[in-house]
Antibody, heavy 117, light 110 residues
Framework: QVQLVQSGGGVVRPGGSLRLSCAVS????????MHWVRQIPGKGLEWLSF????????YYADSIKGRFTVSRDNSNNMLYLQMNNVRPDDTAVYYC??????????WGRGTLVTVSS | QSALIQPPSASGSPGRSVTLSCTGT?????????VSWYQQHPGKAPKLMIY???KRPSGVPDRFSGSKSGNTASLTVSGLQAEDEADYYC??????????FGGGTSLTVL
């Protein structure tokens, strides 16, 4: 079955860095585009980033552009979100998700990132 | 990249129907047939309920249906059941490989 297993969340100081990982299985990773989405606790969903199946093209929401970088390792079925220069308003649950016809049909369970000094 | 507009709350009685709205612009909802809807229960990841405006993924009950008129998309839940009580989010492709979510609607089954 399709699985997206996330790791890498935790507490990070403002201005610091963190890398989120999403290990996928149960489908041919190289056939699918992928997204990152976040949710501030108690608030709505925010689309963050999209990466093409071959990893060559990457796109970002304005809120993270220049600070976060999406990447993938198709050899090891891994998706990443490198978070640099984090701010307190980056505190959220971060989800990886598989693209399906411009929607997201499978999601990780989410990982909490807390930015605090 | 402005968020799509959803009413914060909606409610309906068991067995009745409720329609949730999602208003965008011609640059997102009105410009593409790539509207999706997600159901989220507390503490859980979102679940895809509708994609490409009106298509249901395998396993989603046909009580859920989607539509679009101009810049507004809608999700209708028919035959409301207690398990339908959740937050619902719309999402639209907005061109240039950018997506945008709505603020979400909290659905209460009375």
């Amino acid at each position: 079955q399709v699985q997206l297993v996330q790791s890498g969340g935790g507490v990070v100081r403002p201005g610091g860095s963190l890398r989120l990982s999403c290990a996928v299985s149960g489908f041919t990773f190289t056939d699918y585009r992928m997204h990152w989405v976040r949710q501030i606790p108690g608030k709505g969903l925010e689309w963050l980033s999209f990466i093409q199946a071959d990893g060559r093209s990457k796109y970002y929401a304005d809120s993270i552009k220049g600070r976060f970088t999406v990447s993938r390792d198709n050899s090891n079925n891994m998706l990443y979100l490198q978070m640099n220069n984090v701010r307190p308003d980056d505190t959220a649950v971060y989800y990886c998700a598989r693209d399906f016809n411009w929607g997201c049909d499978h999601w990780g369970r989410g990982t909490l990132v807390t930015v605090s000094s | 990249q402005s968020a799509l507009i959803q009413p914060p709350s909606a409610s309906g009685s068991p067995g009745r129907s409720v329609t949730l709205s999602c208003t965008g612009t011609s640059r997102d909802v009105g410009g593409y047939n790539y509207v999706s809807w997600y159901q989220q229960h507390p503490g859980k990841a979102p679940k895809l309920m509708i994609y490409e405006v009106n298509k249901r993924p395998s396993g989603v009950p046909d009580r859920f249906s989607g539509s679009k008129s101009g810049n507004t998309a809608s999700l209708t839940v028919s035959g409301l059941q207690a398990e339908d009580e959740a937050d619902y989010y719309c999402n639209s492709y907005a061109g240039s490989n950018i997506w945008v979510f709505g603020g979400g609607t909290s659905l209460t089954v009375l």
